[in-house]
């Protein structure tokens, strides 16, 4: 696959996505949606988007990593992170990534945020210098926990008051206690 | 759809799941397994299949209907419930729903046994006359950790001590204290 490296390459995968996102939006099944239609749709060749990726779920999951990356960095500025603060940009951050939320329900990749959340939450782990017995045990659950703790913040009509369910967040995850040092 | 109300009907269900359950084992893609091969290697005509199930979907998901209601029976029969009899009897009864675990996977439709544990988690929550804030976050954020729990479970190669993983459930749970009265 390409490396983002020029302008004209960044500029036909943008497309690509945006096409992909057409279908989602339009009702179109993920299965019905084949690669000549997401190239015809951007106005590209066919050969054009296998020089870009090599699957529609390609499409996704490359995305899903840059955002999974810039995620990261919001937490690595924490020089001390609390339950509190970690709740606060999870939420924050995901509340602006509805359509990868969508996205990955749509081509049934949930499971690879899952499993990205589980990576993410050993580096949590490994970072705050905690010695966990089971460690694959914690990162699974709490990555499925928060997985389902965001869904079901974003995709709920009425948002609740932000404070409340941060406050949510810590209770239920007893403050972070299996993944960080401090509460 | 038939109801189970016949041997006859118990038996072609049986026929079609079995069959369903041989294209995985042999490596076929989900999407690639046709109704018509399913049909074909069960002995039984495509109206048959269509007499039976809307689709191949149903015929795993009326199964795991079938697997949560004697999973709920099992729960149903505690008077109390602490925190490790409920990993207990999660843990135990899943070990032997391997396949189930499988068939989910290979099909995609993971989330739908996330949101039948939230169903479960719910009626807990209710069975312990507990009064519950913002009840859809608590039960989906537990029916996502219970999920990756029992995942991890089951695909470890190496299998844990019982007892070992059982305190590591209720440590992450807090005792399931949001789920359950008592400790």
Redesign the interface.
Known sequence: MHKKTDKRIVRTQELIFNSLQYFMEKGVAY?ETSIQDISDNAGIARQTFYRNYLSKDEVILLKLDEVMDCFMSNIVDCKILHASDLAAILIKYWSNEVKMFELL?WA?L??KL?DRL?TFNKQIIEKNEKSV??I???A??????????L???IT?KKR?NLE??IN?FC??T?NCS?LLNIG
Request: glycine share 6%.
């Open positions: 299965s329900e049934g949930e499971k899952i589980s017995d089971n694959e045990y914690v699974n659950y709490f990555a499925g926990a928060i997985y389902m703790f869904k079901t913040f709920n609740n409340e369910i949510l209770k239920l007893n299996a």
